[in-house]
């Protein structure tokens, strides 16, 4: 090899040591008559000083610009009293060069690498092999191959066997847009790339694969938002004889060994709550249990008030009524409330209510709000009771439709978590459990909360009679108000899933014509069975703290879903598509 | 967890213990009133047995059929003297059932699992989740999972960063048909999936990765030949500042530790030979050098005599006259060489000439030959001096151009190697290195050997002064007749990746269109670098002596890029090929 040590790899044992570097000229300064040179690789910096003694090099070092590849060869020597850095791994020693060989030229880049905060993204896109250059970006891709290496080896230890399951294959039921791949061989018909390996992973647990594990792509062709790509990676996981504790168990652990591995940080045991009382304390399926703010439902206090904003709701089956106390708030100021009241219409709030608490003991006289004068002074007292009231703190309020509510407030309370810097700890984790099976949509329709292969907490004949209740066996593991990871035990009998299907609407062709094979080997022997799925970029995301999931992907498309270095998608020729048996429509983006 | 140890882990050790088993019924026999149900799961078989004086359980026993999925609670207990299995991992000991739960039940499998031999490939395909069951097959997914795990170790454990690259990418240039992907958001493009990583992984040095790997998805639209798939697995790996000599023995100490781990074979250290002497002694590029049978030229003994199917091609700069001594097999009768001469037929060979030596003291009598009155006797000497000839053996010939004639007799020294059961070991590996770096086609064309980015061995303007001679960088890592892997150290100054592509005939305007992010990249400071890519499914087709690709593949496609299982590809609706812009044509297969 060329190199005897990467650049962060020098420490002070190494002095008087003769050692080569290989890397890129990061930095280049004339000082004294010296020239010094940072030399960077993937471990890091390393000063080297070229001093004219030596002449031929000095000279080489000399003509050396920013970027060129070089190999140098000197002594390793401590920096001399004041001149040590303390933000560089090697910044206790220096290195004396005394060859210097440039093994590549470099043009000016594109961008400086290390002031890049004014550059776009679609540049540092373009020039993506000298933004991932950049330290920071680089640390974030170490990073994520050591988070799939601890995965893989935890996984390993037990027992999981990497099965790898098809990328040409047919259109997935996740519901989203498939991308597409015509078929050469059979003329008119297409592969699909998969959402997710879910069938297969059934099929392979059917066969007795008894654990399961693969690192697999799976593909949408959804309209991007911040955090989505067109193609992402998921940890993906299946087991046989196992029951919900029990993946829950194996799955919390591997993430806990991972955190530890990586960050060695203790995550400890993972608390777990049902989805109803997630939705009820935090307005949400995934809360971040970091901020100390909770929903208190007071529907019971404000049903017959006269004031309809609140009773509405209050009466209404479908509809919520919730407060959330802010300790400390009442001394937010009208523009603040008002900021926030724009917030939570985005999430369709029609406004906010608040009580600002100025002095309990003053009753309502102690009270600052535009709605104390509808609430009866009793109700009153049980709300402030309930939500936990003191001196100084603000109350919002949230009524309307259940799904308004919960969402407005759930939002409203991590901004404010944020904003008022309310966060109690670094890492909550916890799983979130009994979903309901199914959605209802506004005109009584319903979907799969997961996906139709989710197996319900009850019989075939109860989920049929009361399909809106029933609970299901899935499970998500939520941390810091992202969900990383979501699962279930999945239906092993036929006549369960058959009803589900129903439940659906898909009906006995339907379910023959697209789920035909899963419906044969549900026939054959199907062991119980159920796994998990973690989406890895954004528990990457979560682990660098990365602000978008571009940041975490080597090469990420854009939010057009296009590579802007390569130039894909591109043109093709006639002739592919002629065997391919298609052609272009004549107008682009005709409806 | 419902069981509490595999049917294979059960052993002598464990008599008198309680354990539970989760399982399908592979068999079921009923004897002297007592039942035997062979359980099978992932690591093995056991034999639980049922006796009548657990009434209950006994009942439960009499109903179950093959295929069920069954818990089962009981204690082990040594066989009967004369009942042992030497052929079963817990052979030695059978369960005593006290328990009995039947968790799935099953119909008649399509084919039964124990004798498979007469059931066609289309059904094992079309139920696979069946055919996985099979102990043969799934020890073969298995012993996949166990050469990543150990692959990926090895890397792991030698600072390689996993690093993921796009499957929707941009047309790769190796030269075979790319899968196609519309884009829905870029009317009338296309991506393409990758037929390699190969230019992301340069890009990736270029970024000063320094040491990648991926085990990677690779696609290929190609008509299927017994060991191709539309989609392949490959280790990839590339390295910066390593050169040729590093990048071998790296990766071959990779493959050592493998052999190692999952055979417990010692493969010791690789011989290297030039491309040119591997054809010459074997008449191949991959020679399988467990066979002890060497090509010997003759040309210029050869090149005088009046017979012209010899001293045509003996003089012919382009032609070839070798030789082939078959230790022994001077017995061979008529009929073999007939069969032999069509054999080499197929590789275009005219014909087979061949001497058989009866006994060389006696000269040109003890030889047995239709063509040695045509050579003068004292070439005849030479010759059979050259290659060694002893009594009883047999001499074949070929003279044709040197392609057929390395092809035929390459071929038949193979098929010989096997008829004749000559094989001296069971794995025999090499690496060939020096390889042209061009090659030509009849009408004189040039095309890269390796890929357009594979470096030669001299300077650029020596490669375009005589690029036909030049010979290059690269390697490739050959294991009893296959090729497991090949690389190169890659070009790294711009100025030879432009003369690579003008010798190739790819003119400056294509070179920016089809690799401008590649000679951009080269502009800002390249490491010099190189890599490897081994095919994976190839591999473990070696390592478990499968027959075919699809034994080693878990949901493989047909011949024809189908899956017989998913039933794909399918049909999509109109719907979805208007958003993507296209539409089929009217009729299939329009050329």
Redesign the interface.
Known sequence: ???THYCGQLNPSLADQEITL???VHRRRDHGGVIFLDI???EGLAQVVFDPDREETFNKADRVRS???V?VTGKVRPRPEGAVNPNMASGAIEVLGYELEV?????T?PFPLDEYSDVGEETRLR????D??RPEM?AK??L??KI??SV??FL?DNDF???????????TPEGA?????????????????PQSPQ??KQ??M??????YYQIA?C?R?E?LRADRQ??F?QIDIET????EQ?IMGLTEGMIRQLFKEVLDVELGDFPRMPFSEAMQRYGSDKPDLRIPLELVDVEDQLADVEFKVFSGPAKDPKGRVAALRVPGGASMPRKQIDDYTKYVGIYGAKGLAYIKVNERAKGVEGLQSPIVKFIPEDNLQVILDRVGAEDGDIIFFGADKARIVSEALGALRIKLGHDLELLTCEWAPLWVVDFPMFEEDDEGRLSALHHPFTAPQCSPEDLKSNPATALSRAYDMVLNGTELGGGSIRI??RDMQQAVFEILGIGAEEQQEKF??LL??L??????HGGLAFGLDRLVMLITGASSIREV???P?TQ????V????????DAK?L????????EQ????
Chains 1, 2 share one sequence.
């Not at 020039?127 to 000298?130: A, D, E, L, T």
């Not at 847009?177 to 699909?192: E, M, Q, W």
């Not at 046989?240 to 029951?243: A, E, I, R, V």
């Open positions: 090899m060329m190199r290989c890397g890129w960077r690789d993937r970027e060129f590849v190999k093994l590549s030229q470099a043009e880049p020039y993506r092999f000298i991932l250059r680089a891709l170490k994520r191959s799939t290496s893989r080896r390993d066997l990497d099965v790898e399951t098809p990328i040409l294959t047919r259109a847009r498939d991308y597409l791949v015509p078929s050469r061989t059979h003329p008119g018909t297409f592969f699909a790339l069938l297969f099929l392979l059917i066969s007795g694969f008894d654990r792509k593909f062709d309209d067109p193609e990676t046989s004889f196992m029951d029990d092993h009998r035909g094979f044969d080997a026939k054959y022997g199907a062991p119980p992907i080597a090469f498309k057009s879903a296009a590579c270095m390569t130039q894909a998608p591109g043109t093709v592919a002629r065997e391919l048996n298609i052609r272009l429509r682009p983006k005709v409806e």
